[in-house]
């Protein structure tokens, strides 16, 4: 897969990509990240890449002009250019799953109070967010959803597991983990799990993956296990109107 990033602050990309899983799937020729400044495609002698927004107000609105030549430049025959947003539909499991089926991937990072319209409407196949929360642009947010398709190219450590196997994508969140020693300070690790009987051992993971999911997710255990929820029925979505049976 190539990865094309067009950003203002292409520094900010050094340290994530040189380590771990991406560097990895880099030097194994799996994926090849390339990061562009977007000044590159300014025109005046000031590299002007922003100005103020027409109709007023606060902050400042990335031009179309560099922006447009940018993508139409790095887009070549099939790439898929995404624009990383606080409007944009919230990132998951499945959308790392389908943007890991592309050939070519290109992200653009919005800064300041966003772009200009027109790249939106006319340059732009998707624009994602990572979640509800303010961040001050659309960089860490593009290493985030890099690292999330990157784990599942052909090839890396992550691609061999099943979206079902996937915490998330699967429903359900992860059992407890442990490891030695078996009394860390008074606290002991589970009998269970030093039995050797592998049946019981997975039945009691399992019932403390679900138990956790109902404990914590009521989101995922509404989608993922709607039979262990007694809801209340009048339309109530508040995690505190849900009363949890069994277990
Ligand atoms: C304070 C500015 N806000 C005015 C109401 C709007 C705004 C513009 C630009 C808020 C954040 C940003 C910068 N963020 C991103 O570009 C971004 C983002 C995010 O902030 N949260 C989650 N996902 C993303 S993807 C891109």
Redesign the pocket.
């Known amino acids: 897969m190539r990865i094309d990033i067009i950003t203002l602050f292409p520094r900010m990309f050094d340290g994530p990509f040189r380590e771990s899983i991406i560097a990895r799937a880099i030097a194994a020729g799996i994926v090849e990240i390339h990061i562009h400044d977007l000044r590159g495609w300014a025109t005046d002698r000031h590299r002007t890449v922003d100005d103020a927004p027409f109709g007023g107000g606060a902050?400042m609105v990335l031009k179309p002009e560099p922006l447009f030549a940018a993508i139409e430049q790095l887009r070549g025959e099939n790439g898929h250019v995404i624009l990383?947003?606080?409007q944009?539909q919230v990132f998951n499991q499945q959308l790392a799953a389908d943007l890991a089926t592309y050939n070519h991937l290109l992200f653009v990072?919005?800064?300041?109070?966003?772009v200009d319209e027109r790249v939106r409407e006319h340059a732009i196949d998707r624009e994602?967010?990572?979640?509800?929360?303010?961040?001050?642009?659309?960089e860490l947010?593009a290493m985030v959803v890099v690292d999330a398709v990157t784990r599942l190219l052909p090839g890396t450590l992550g691609s061999h597991l099943s979206t079902v196997e996937e915490s998330h994508a699967g429903g359900l969140l992860e059992y407890p983990h442990y490891t030695r020693p078996r009394d860390f300070r008074g606290w002991r690790v589970p009998d269970i799990l030093l039995s050797g009987n592998h049946a019981a051992i997975a039945r009691w993971r399992h019932e403390q993956a679900v138990r956790r999911t109902l404990e914590r997710r009521p989101d995922l255990t509404r989608k993922y296990l709607p039979h262990l929820l007694q809801e209340h029925k009048d339309g109530d979505e508040d995690a505190g109107a849900t009363t949890t049976s069994g277990l």
């Open positions: 902050g990383m947003t606080p944009g990072c919005g800064h300041y109070e966003g994602l967010s990572i979640g509800d929360y303010v961040l001050s642009g659309g947010p």
